[in-house]
């Protein structure tokens, strides 16, 4: 029976809620046999035996009738009713049933929800207290029994009530392992048949891509050719076939990668002139073909530059505008863009997009971004969609914080408004915009080569014969002379023998994949063609690619189909000036959003980079190609581009106000955006990062660094201007082609020989950003002390402090920094400063030349993220100690510079 019992508690084809129900009624059940077992009087027994009758029976009926709840309710009354009389007829608070009370208190927890459980929790506890109460002012009513029973049956009962409680608890914590165990179960095939479908969709879009682009291609190819109308007519249909059937692949990848979480949004500094000319010119030709006019409206004082997704904020619009020439017959079709001043770097845009169409009904508008979903489906049935579109547009809107609505009158048209927040990159207003300015009809242009190069070879590699001739057949009027691979393998054998201006790579190829055979090209022994441009030409689209190709070293990325326009647009970006002839008629704006050219330029062995609080001036950073990666400056404001967003002057007065300010290194995100963007330029970046225990700056490059191969990161152990000397001597040797090896090894020995002091004006910005405690400020600022600020071991540490007023403390910190002459190398001093007026900075200069004459001085202004922690007054001496490492470095640049 105990089996039985056991196998179908843990049934798991009955809800938990019933089997919940059988464990608890059950223990109940044995508790009430036990407290049977205690009474010698013979109408408790029958009683009792009445009692586990109808409680099985109240089970049986309650599973039957599917009604749980009502029998758990019915048997609580019942052992409300069944322990009281127990208790007084067993001997009262000396018998062995107070301890069973617990157990009333169990199942109505256990079994009864709500206000229910509620009601009966007090009724339990009330009838406990009576019981107790009754027994205590009236013993007569309590039945007497030997005192060496009410010992027996005290302990039999505590002895049994715990063995039962154990059970119970028992049976719960292996039904809830069980259920917790299904739930796993149930999670990682959900998650798996989610991957399967990613996996269906990322491959349904390669697989169709790829025949697409043999149909668009060769059609195009037609196209050229001098052929009867009827034929171009038939010709135009496919082309416009092909383009639509590529438009829902898309909008299914898109919704898949929605639906899986993983559409990521790149905010990107872009210029909004560009954004309206490109839908403009997809648009307007597609109105005027339906005979409809369209209006474009933007609001004059736009800023000509905003940092958002563009790529996602142009396919939002165009979703919404296609929608509005589909549904309009007759009349226009509007876009109108304002925008509204949001804070000092951040504006407030609204676009909207207007049509005198056939509009929404009322009933259906509460629908009309539900996915595969068309309203009004009887009268649509012949306009060509999958309802995808609107739903993309409001996931996409939402995943970039905006807000998306509609106004609609039936027959009379629709409205849709779509609210996006954006920084500010160029405050410059745009101005007029019209259409007239920038719409330019295509239909009809024949086809124009855009450039020749009979002295360029490019190679095509791809695993697909017809992707190869759609490609050379798309390019032979230009000239070019094209060889093709058909695997990473011919291609690197091609490779080894022949130099090549350009080659265009697919990526899904068997064997050897296009991003393999790219790094195997580029450390190829004897090859010919290890720094030559590679564009990804490749059916894997989306935009997620973009870092993806960046990230793997490619020069620029190519979704299939392509036209011929675009890619002739590719190879002319990449392929050597001197070899092309461009033609009069061919247009630049031809470049359309579907190629992605990440460099123009050869790129150089290896590229220095560091943070923007290494503190040089700009024009030896430009000199030298030092990349600067910023920091963050963060206000009551707002967060804000170090020296780019926000100055060091205008910090120090927002500070001076009482307000905060406080500087924060990028993200391990930015580092990985920062360092793909700077592999196009180079084929190895290394990075000189702060002082790794100053700031988190080195560890998020570092963690950042793991997703390249050609990334390396190395803690200068120094800040500011000081730092900026260790990246100015790595530059210099990079500029003369040392090994990326030697360069490292040569900055992590400059460390031990530069000095790297600062000395402090107030204490305040050190305690606002967390530097110094803040009695230690209290304490600086009531004895005058200004603490010498030093770098040992990548840490920031108080070398000394000095007393009295802050210019003679500033006197004896120059004296006692220039005292060891004889170990100072003389040809450069940086003297950083922040807050300090062109008196100050002329006495400082005196000093110095009192004590230690310098060759070249530098008066370098600290960024606003060192600012922050220093504030205002404050400066520092940074030199070189004599170091045969950097001398040649030095002679060149004191030679080739001026103060």
């Known amino acids: 029976m105990i089996k039985k019992w056991f196998e179908i508690i843990t049934d798991h084809r009955i809800s938990l809620r019933e089997r919940m129900f059988r464990i608890v009624t059950g223990t109940c059940m044995v508790a009430l046999t036990f407290t049977l077992s205690m009474s010698r009087n013979i109408w408790n027994i029958l009683l009792l035996a009445a009692s586990l009758i109808t409680i099985s029976l109240i089970v049986k009926h309650s599973i039957r009738r599917g ?32 301890e069973w009370f617990v157990f009333c208190f169990v199942y109505v927890c256990l079994t009864l929800q709500g206000k229910r459980m509620a009601v009966f929790f007090v009724l339990c506890t009330a009838e406990t207290l009576l019981c107790y109460g009754l027994a205590y002012y009236f013993p007569e009513i309590v039945a007497q029994n030997a005192p060496q029973r009410f010992f027996f049956n005290s302990a039999f009962s505590v002895v049994m009530v715990g063995l039962l409680a154990c059970v119970l608890l028992m049976f719960l914590s292996r039904m809830y392992e069980e ?22 969709f990322s491959s ?131 876009l109108s863009v304002r925008c509204e001043r949001q804070a000092v770097n951040r504006v407030r845009v609204w676009y909207s997009v207007e049509d005198t169409g056939q509009g929404v009904k009322k009933e259906n508008i509460p629908y009309i971004f539900n996915a595969f979903r068309r309203v009004d489906e009887e009268k649509n049935r012949y306009i060509e969609g999958t309802g995808l579109g609107l739903s ?9 914080g905006g807000e998306i609505s509609v106004n609609s009158v039936y027959t009379k048209g629709s409205k849709f408004i779509v609210m996006l927040e954006q920084d500010i990159i160029d405050d410059k207003e745009l101005g007029t915009f019209t259409l007239a300015s920038r719409a330019r009809a295509r239909a009809g242009d024949a086809y124009q080569k855009s450039f020749e190069a009979p002295d360029a070879h490019i190679l095509v590699v791809d695993d697909n014969d017809m992707n190869l001739m759609v490609v050379s057949k798309l390019l032979a009027e230009t000239k070019v002379h094209i060889d093709t691979a058909k695997s990473g393998a011919e291609c690197l054998k091609l490779t080894q023998n022949h130099h090549y201006d350009c080659i265009l790579m697919d990526h899904m190829m068997p064997e050897m994949d296009g991003i393999e055979c790219l790094h195997a090209l580029r450390v190829q022994p004897g090859g010919l063609c290890q720094d030559v441009p590679v564009v990804a030409l490749t059916a894997n689209a989306g935009s997620d690619n973009q870092l993806l190709y ?128 700077r592999l196009t330029e180079a084929q190895n970046v290394i990075h000189i990062a702060m002082a790794k225990h100053v700031s988190e700056g080195y560890q998020n490059a570092l ?74 400020q209290i304490l600086c600022d ?34 006692k920094t220039l005292q060891d002459i004889r170990n100072i190398d003389r040809r450069i001093l940086f ?67 001026a103060v």
């Not at 739930?183 to 990613?198: P, T």
Request: overall charge negative.
């Open 67 to 98: 009604n749980i709840r009502a029998g758990a309710t019915a048997i609580a009354i019942l052992l409300l009713t069944l322990f009281p009389v127990s208790f007084f007829t067993t001997g009262g608070f000396y018998s062995g049933v107070p």
């Open 179 to 200: 259920e917790n165990a299904l739930s796993q179960r149930q999670k990682k095939e959900i998650e798996e048949l989610n991957r399967a479908e990613n996996n269906f």
């Open 204 to 334: 349904m879009s390669h697989e169709i891509r790829t025949p697409i682009n043999t149909i668009i291609g060769l059609n195009e190819i037609i196209l050229r050719e001098d052929i009867s109308e009827e034929v171009a007519e038939n010709a135009r249909n496919i082309q416009g076939a092909s383009k639509l059937l590529l438009t829902l692949i898309n909008d299914t990848l898109d919704l898949s990668k929605i639906k899986s979480g993983k559409m990521e949004i790149v905010n990107v500094s872009y210029e909004t002139g560009a954004l309206f000319s490109e839908i403009v010119n997809m648009i307007w030709i597609k109105a005027k073909e339906k005979g409809l006019e369209f209006k474009l409206q933007v609001d004059p004082s736009i800023p000509s530059m905003l940092c958002g997704d563009e790529v996602r904020i142009k396919q939002i619009l165009i979703n919404l505008l296609n929608n509005a020439v589909k549904y309009t017959s007759e009349g226009s079709v509007t």
């Open 392 to 400: 993309i547009v409001q996931q996409l809107v939402e995943l970039m």
């Open 550 to 677: 960046r990230k793997e070293g490619f020069s620029g990325y190519l979704a299939k189909p392509v036209s011929g326009a675009l890619l002739e647009a590719a190879v002319l970006s990449i392929l050597p000036k001197e070899l092309v002839l461009i033609s009069e008629d061919a247009r630049q704006s031809d470049i359309d959003k579907d190629i992605l050219i990440f460099e123009q330029v050869k790129r150089r062995s290896v590229l220095i980079t560091t943070d923007s609080v290494c503190d040089l001036p700009e024009f030896l950073r430009k000199e030298l190609g030092i990349a600067v990666c910023p920091y963050f400056v963060c206000t009551d404001e707002g967060r804000f581009l170090d020296d780019r967003e926000l100055k060091t002057d205008e910090l120090l007065v927002h500070i001076a106000r009482g307000r905060t300010g406080y500087s924060q290194p990028p993200a391990v995100e930015d580092y990985e955006q920062f360092f793909a963007e």
């Open 703 to 776: 963690e950042a660094a793991k997703s390249f191969e050609n990334v390396t990161v190395v803690d200068s152990g120094h800040l500011s201007s000081s730092m900026g000397l260790t990246v100015l001597c790595a530059a210099y040797m990079a500029e003369h082609h040392a090994a990326k090896a030697e360069i490292v090894e040569a900055v992590k020995r400059m460390e031990r020989f530069i000095s790297s002091a600062f000395i402090i004006n107030s204490t305040h910005m050190m305690c606002q950003s967390g530097r110094i405690s803040r009695q230690t």
């Open 782 to 815: 009531a004895l005058l002390l200004h603490p010498v600020l030093v770098l040992k071991k990548s840490k920031m540490v108080v070398g000394s402090m000095e007393m009295g007023s802050f210019s003679h403390a500033a006197r004896k910190y120059v004296r």
């Open 831 to 897: 003297i950083t400063y922040c807050g300090m007026d062109e008196k100050q900075l002329q006495t400082i200069q005196n000093l110095v030349q009192q004590y230690c004459p310098f060759e070249r001085i530098y008066l370098q202004k600290a960024s606003s993220a060192i600012a922050s922690n220093c504030g205002p007054g404050s400066f520092g001496l940074l030199f070189m100690r004599r170091n045969d490492a950097a001398v040649s470095f030095f002679q060149a640049l004191t030679t080739d510079t």
